[in-house]
Structures are given as structure tokens and as C-alpha cells.
């Protein structure tokens, strides 16, 4: 070997030294001392379950730590995606990489920690004291916190219980968050509610502070006072999830509360959820986007329909009754055909000679057509027109059999005026309607986009008292608004049974909605998990079922009934007035004939007295009389 492939040998020997120098040092970089990749891939599975994406929050100047833990997390991630230094409330995931607290905290500002959604991971590679601000517990609110440093690894104990602390744990299998029923320990909860039947029968209060604040808390003089749809249920999620509780009532004059300028809610049980002061509130909350704008609704545990009880129909007896049996168009029908037939057998007899002189005058023809369609005239028919009168003879028998079948019923039972079933309907009737106390917040009650729906806040009027209410439904002109539960009717304000036996429920809904319960955000998920399984397992709909079956009265089922169909065991007296017609017509015919019989004398009087006229037609017909029988008698 010659002394240039030396150099070339040697020279090449030294360079892969460095390259394989410089590699090692790289390799030794990235591995780090208190945490594997392995590891810390176990850690995100455990801290992120079933996660769709991830905002990692990581300073731009980050150690070579930082960076190699960043790296294996992008590389090990199993979600759909991963977001750096992002401020957004999409991702309820967050992974902190830093080495020191104070960054920490600077990220924890842009988290949304409120939301007991809130994952957060907290990975520092540094070692971290008692005293440390990561340790105090409440800067994460509500969020759920697994925390890893370089002297051990931390769980946030879960955000129902109260105080909240950080548990050093051996194993990361602990850094998994225990599902199904969670357990509160025996955490006391602020509740509240108002009487409001069937949802809750609390009535009776005292007076307590609470926190420094008075309050109004239920305590039951009357054992049946601890009744109740939704308090039955609150009951047994207390029950569920081992919580001791405190019932109080809403202060002021809302019971839910009012939105105001679309930023802050004034008073009721949603205000108290919003200030904090109780931590589950329900009584019929209804699941709208006004409620969720301000606090955390369970998923529905049913559906509440709004419905009117408007006037029962009143019954009155028409001069038109004898018209009842057929309706308008069918009248319309006969007296049409009536007319053409009239024409026809005129026009005929004006242009065959053949068919009898009578008919080629139009009241003669329309009288024997009428005649004969009733079968009340049946003159012998002439050969020329015996086909077309035997078919309208067929075609009147039939129409005064059908008439007759039915008369006799229609005769004997009552018209009612026509039933109240829309809001247009109400429109048109001029009814007004009230509650007590507030006026309702009208978009939540109507669809003010329909042209009729909008005309509802303009009938409303605030109601002075119950002694007023009861008047204006007597006065027959005041519509009583409510809800229905299950298959019961309860009005918003008290209704006595005097006044529910003149009221029905107005069949199509003004509005409907979904019901369930307002709490605080570290409640929603418990709640829902018990909620869910009180549905599926039917107990809901047995608290349902049970509560409106002993708690409601006949009187409230009975709205549903109508009182306007035909009662075939009832029967009533025939009156004048439904057979007008028929004496209307009875008299104008009597009328008529004698007009005509008048008329006709008067043609033959001439200077004769109207009495000596008739005298002279009586003599003339007794005298053909006589000339009659004595021809027969020879």
C-alpha cells in the first residue's frame, strides 16, 4: 500500500470518529433522566383517554428537555390532532412542558380551568417543593390535573370533592380517572327549588345564613311537603352519589330569573347558580339557549309542552237547524240542479209540442220538479219527459231518505260553537291571558316570527290575585297558560275545580321544551351519569307515573274531555227554535197560497163584494155537485 491510500485510510478513520463522536453525544441529549418515551406514552394515554386533540402549551425558547419530551409526545400521540401555543376552548386536553412554575402559571391563564372538562397534564423538569404555587389546588378551578416532575408523580384529587388535594401515586395506572358512580364522600351540597307541582311540593321555609348570606331553606312541616317529579329524583342522586344537601328557595320575585343585556342574569334559581351561592338547582329549568348561556344543564330527563285551557265551546240551537243534515255544498248542489232541470223541461216544452202546455210556464215546471223530488206530487208523467222525471224522482228519494236518517239526532242535540285549537283561533275569539305576580319572557313562551304567535304578548295581562283570575274565566273570554307532564295538565298558577270545569286544553302546544337540572360545572358529569341511568332503568318514568297519580285530581284529567260530541244517552226537549226554517217556510208558503187564492178572486169578482164572490163559487161548485151525482145515479 502506497503512501497516499494511507493518508486516504487515516484520514477517513478520523472523520467517521468525530461523526460517530458527534451522534453519541446527540443520542446521550435525548434521553432524559427521571422519564422515559416509553413512560411518558403510558402517561398521555392515561391523562388524555380517547382524545381527539391536544393545545400543547411550551415556551418558544425551550431546553433540549423540553424539546425531546415535545418530540415524543408528537411522535406517540394517537389523537386527531395537536395544537402549540394555542388559545382556543376547542381542545379540552392540555399538556404543560416547562421547567419551572412560574411559566406554568403564565399558561394556565389562557386554559379554560371553570370547565370540569378540563384535562390538564403538567410535565416539569425540575423538582418541586411542598410550598411550590403548583401544589395550590385552586388555581385549576374545576379542570382535572395529573402532574409529573423530577420527584415524583401527582394526581389532583377529583373537583366533587372538597378540599382538593395533590396525591403522590406509584404507579401511572393511577393517573386514570375513575368512571361510572363517583363517590362525594359525604360532601355537603347547596340546592334549590320552588313549590311548583309536580315538580317539587316543598312549601314551608325559615330563615337561615348561609355563608354569611340569609336564605330561605325548605323544612317540611307536612311530610307530603317531600314530593315531588324532580325532587324525588334529586333524592335518590343524592343518595347515588353519597352528598348531604341543603334546600333553599329562590329569593325575589323570579323563580328561573331574567337574562339582562344579554351579559349578566338577574335573580331566581339560575342567579344563584351563577353567583355560586347553590350548586344544583331544578324545578321545571327548561333546556334553552338563554339557561345555557349562563350555567350547566344536565341532559333531559323529560319534555314539557305549553298549552293553553281556553273556554269550553257554548252551545246554542241555530234557526238554521233543519239545514244540519247536508252541508252547505250539497244544498248548493240540489238547488242547482233544481234550476237546470227547471230550464230544461221549460226549454223543452217551448220547443216540442208534444209535452204538456204546463210546462212552458217556469213556476208550474219548478214547482212539480220540486214536488216531485220531495214525493209529495206525483201527477202522471207524460211520455216525453218520463225518463228524465223517473230518474229525478230516483235521484230525490235518496236525498230525503239521507235527510231524513239524520235529522232526528241533529234535531235533538245542541250546536256548539267551534272549538279553540290554535293560537289563531285565540287571535280571532279576542281571548286574553295572565299570570300572576311576573309577566313570562314572551320569546320563550312563542315563535314571534308567526304573524299570530307574535299578537300573544299584546293579550297578556299581569293578574292582581287569584279571586281575579277566577273572574276572568268566568267572564268566558280568558285563556289559563300551563304545562302538560306525562299526560296531566298543570296551569302556572292555581286554578280552582269550578273554574276547571268550564276550561279544556287547547290541543296544538304554544311551545315545547326539554327539562333537566341546573348545576355547577365540576356536578354536570356525575349527574348525567346517574340521570342516564335512571332513565334507562324506567325509574323517571315511575317517579312520573307515580307522583301525578297521587297527587293530581280528577279535575285536572278531565280538561282533556270534550263536552261538545253528541251524548246518545242524553236526550233533550225539541224546541221551536232549531225548526225555524220549517216554520218559515210553512208560513211563507201559507202567504203565498193565500196571495194567490186572493188573486185569483179578484180576477172573477168584478163589481161583486169579496164575500158575494165567494158565496157565488160555493153555490156554482154545490150546484156541479148535484148535476154530478144525479147523472151518476141514472
Same mark, same amino acid.
Given at each position: 500500500m502506497d503512501l497516499r491510500a494511507c493518508l486516504v485510510l487515516v484520514t477517513q478513520f478520523w472523520w467517521g470518529s468525530l461523526t460517530l463522536g458527534k451522534r453519541y453525544d446527540i443520542l446521550q441529549n435525548n434521553e432524559i433522566s427521571w422519564i422515559s418515551e416509553e413512560n411518558l406514552t403510558v402517561v398521555v394515554e392515561y391523562?388524555?383517554?380517547?382524545?381527539?386533540?391536544?393545545?400543547?402549551?411550551?415556551?418558544?425558547?425551550?431546553?433540549?428537555?423540553?424539546?425531546?419530551?415535545?418530540?415524543?409526545?408528537?411522535?406517540?400521540?394517537r389523537g386527531q390532532e395537536y395544537l402549540t401555543r394555542r388559545k382556543t376552548y376547542v381542545c379540552a386536553d392540555h399538556l404543560l412542558i416547562s421547567s419551572n412554575s412560574s411559566e406554568l402559571t403564565n399558561s394556565l391563564r389562557s386554559i379554560p380551568v371553570a370547565e370540569a372538562s378540563t384535562r390538564i397534564l403538567v410535565l416539569i423538569d425540575s423538582r418541586l417543593e411542598v410550598s411550590s404555587v403548583i401544589f395550590n389546588a385552586s388555581i385549576y378551578v374545576n379542570s382535572n390535573v395529573n402532574l409529573l416532575c423530577?420527584?415524583?408523580?401527582?394526581?389532583?384529587?377529583?373537583?366533587?370533592? #372538597?378540599?382538593?388535594? @395533590?396525591? $403522590? %401515586?406509584?404507579?401511572?395506572?393511577?393517573?386514570?380517572?375513575?368512571?361510572?358512580?363517583?363517590?362525594?364522600?359525604?360532601?355537603?351540597?347547596?340546592?334549590?327549588?320552588?313549590?311548583?307541582?309536580?315538580?317539587?311540593f316543598l312549601k314551608s321555609t325559615v330563615n337561615k345564613t348561609i355563608g354569611g348570606v340569609s336564605a330561605a331553606v325548605f323544612v317540611p312541616v307536612q311530610e307530603k311537603e317531600i314530593d315531588g317529579? #324532580?325532587?324525588?329524583? @334529586?333524592? $335518590? %342522586?343524592?343518595?347515588?352519589?353519597?352528598?348531604?344537601?341543603?334546600?333553599?328557595?329562590p329569593i325575589g320575585r323570579y323563580n328561573h330569573g331574567r337574562k339582562y343585556n344579554d351579559t349578566v342574569w338577574i335573580g331566581g334559581m339560575v342567579g344563584q347558580i351563577v353567583r355560586k351561592e347553590v350548586d344544583l338547582a331544578f324545578s321545571n329549568i327548561w333546556i334553552n339557549l338563554d339557561n345555557s348561556q349562563f350555567v350547566n344543564l344536565t341532559k333531559p330527563w323529560t319534555q314539557v309542552f305549553l298549552h293553553f285551557l281556553v273556554p269550553r265551546p257554548k252551545a246554542f240551537t241555530s234557526f238554521w237547524a233543519l239545514t244540519r243534515p247536508l252541508s252547505p255544498s250539497v244544498w248548493f248542489v240540489i238547488l242547482g240542479a233544481l234550476g237546470l232541470k227547471t230550464i230544461y223541461i221549460y226549454a223543452k216544452a217551448k220547443i216540442n209540442p208534444l209535452v204538456p202546455k204546463r210546462f212552458r210556464n217556469v213556476v208550474v215546471t219548478f214547482t212539480e220538479l220540486l214536488g216531485r223530488m220531495l214525493g209529495t206530487w206525483l201527477p202522471p208523467i207524460a211520455p216525453q219527459v218520463r225518463l228524465q222525471f223517473i230518474l229525478w224522482e230516483l235521484a230525490g228519494f235518496l236525498i230525503v231518505t239521507i235527510y231524513c236518517s239524520s235529522l232526528a239526532a241533529r234535531l235533538t242535540n245542541p250546536d256548539f260553537e267551534q272549538r279553540i285549537d290554535t293560537v289563531r283561533q285565540f287571535i280571532e275569539k279576542k281571548l286574553t291571558w295572565g299570570r300572576e305576580i311576573t309577566a313570562p319572557h314572551f320569546k320563550e313562551y312563542f315563535d314571534l316570527s308567526d304573524k299570530w304567535a307574535k299578537q300573544m304578548p299584546s293579550r297578556f295581562?299581569?293578574?292582581?290575585?287569584?279571586?281575579?283570575?277566577?273572574?276572568?274565566?268566568?267572564?268566558?273570554?280568558?285563556?289559563v297558560i300551563g304545562r302538560i307532564v306525562g299526560d296531566v295538565y298543570y296551569p302556572e298558577n292555581s286554578v280552582t275545580n269550578e273554574a276547571l270545569e268550564v276550561l279544556r286544553v287547547m290541543r296544538n302546544p304554544v311551545g315545547q321544551f326539554y327539562t333537566g337540572f341546573a348545576v355547577q360545572p365540576w356536578l354536570l358529569e356525575p349527574v348525567n351519569t346517574v340521570m342516564m341511568r335512571l332513565k334507562e332503568s324506567g325509574i323517571i318514568l315511575y317517579q312520573m307515573v307515580h307522583v301525578v297519580h297521587r297527587r293530581t285530581g280528577t279535575h285536572l284529567r278531565e280538561v282533556f274531555i270534550e263536552h261538545d260530541n253528541i251524548d246518545f244517552n242524553k236526550f233533550i226537549d225539541l224546541a221551536i227554535n232549531p225548526l225555524g226554517v220549517g216554520f218559515a217556510i210553512l208560513i211563507f208558503g201559507l202567504l203565498l197560497a193565500t196571495l194567490v187564492f186572493y188573486s185569483e178572486v179578484r180576477a172573477v169578482q168584478g163589481k161583486a163584494t169579496f164575500l158575494e164572490t165567494l158565496r157565488g163559487i160555493r153555490r156554482r161548485q154545490m150546484s156541479e155537485t148535484y148535476v154530478t151525482l144525479r147523472n151518476e145515479s141514472m
Open positions: 391523562s388524555f383517554p380517547e382524545s381527539r386533540c391536544c393545545i400543547v402549551h411550551v415556551r418558544k425558547n425551550a431546553t433540549r428537555t423540553e424539546q425531546t419530551m415535545l418530540k415524543w409526545f408528537s411522535t406517540n400521540y423530577r420527584n415524583g408523580s401527582y394526581v389532583l384529587s377529583e373537583n366533587y370533592l #372538597e378540599p382538593r388535594r @395533590f396525591k $403522590i %401515586i406509584s404507579r401511572f395506572k393511577e393517573l386514570q380517572r375513575k368512571t361510572g358512580i363517583a363517590d362525594f364522600q359525604g360532601r355537603a351540597i347547596q340546592a334549590s327549588t320552588y313549590y311548583s307541582p309536580p315538580f317539587s317529579i #324532580e325532587l324525588n329524583i @334529586f333524592m $335518590i %342522586i343524592a343518595k347515588t352519589l353519597n352528598f348531604t344537601y341543603t334546600i333553599r328557595k295581562i299581569l293578574e292582581k290575585s287569584s279571586e281575579d283570575r277566577m273572574n276572568r274565566i268566568f267572564q268566558g273570554n280568558y285563556g
